[in-house]
């Protein structure tokens, strides 16, 4: 199993900057990707960055230019460092990894979700 804690979140300024991070434990070494999602009350989560074990990023358009997802050599950490924030970038963001699974072809983990707000 793997579990993950998310830590950073807050209150910041429009234009400040915020950097959010997520510990993974457990069979960390099956993870094939981790990402960060965001969730505003009454939405669907959406995707805001992604990774892949072979350092391949993926970032939704809005967030481009100014969040950055990276992880640790030891690949136990992912971190998103978000600058330039704007109030549409208040959230809870999630922390999320995937492995493969023999019979269920993945498994996916969440956290349990960090409060970002910006204010205007």
């Known amino acids: 199993q793997v579990q993950l804690v998310e830590s950073g979140g807050g209150l910041v300024q429009a234009g400040g900057s915020l950097r959010l991070s997520c510990a993974a434990s457990?069979?960390?070494?099956?993870?094939?990707?981790m990402a960060w999602y965001r969730q505003i009350p009454g939405k669907q989560r959406e995707l805001v960055a992604a990774?892949?074990?072979?350092?391949?990023?993926n970032y939704t358009d809005s967030v481009k230019g100014r969040f950055t997802i990276s992880r640790d050599n030891a690949k136990t950490t992912v971190s998103l460092q978000m600058n330039s924030l704007k109030p549409e970038d208040t959230a809870v963001y999630y922390c999320?990894?995937?492995?493969?699974?023999?019979?269920?072809?993945?498994?996916?983990?969440w956290g349990q979700g960090t409060q970002v707000t910006v204010s205007s």
């Open positions: 999320y990894a995937k492995r493969p699974d023999y019979y269920r072809g993945s498994i996916t983990t």
């Open positions: 457990g069979t960390i070494s099956s993870i094939t990707v």
């Open positions: 990774i892949t074990t072979g350092g391949r990023l």
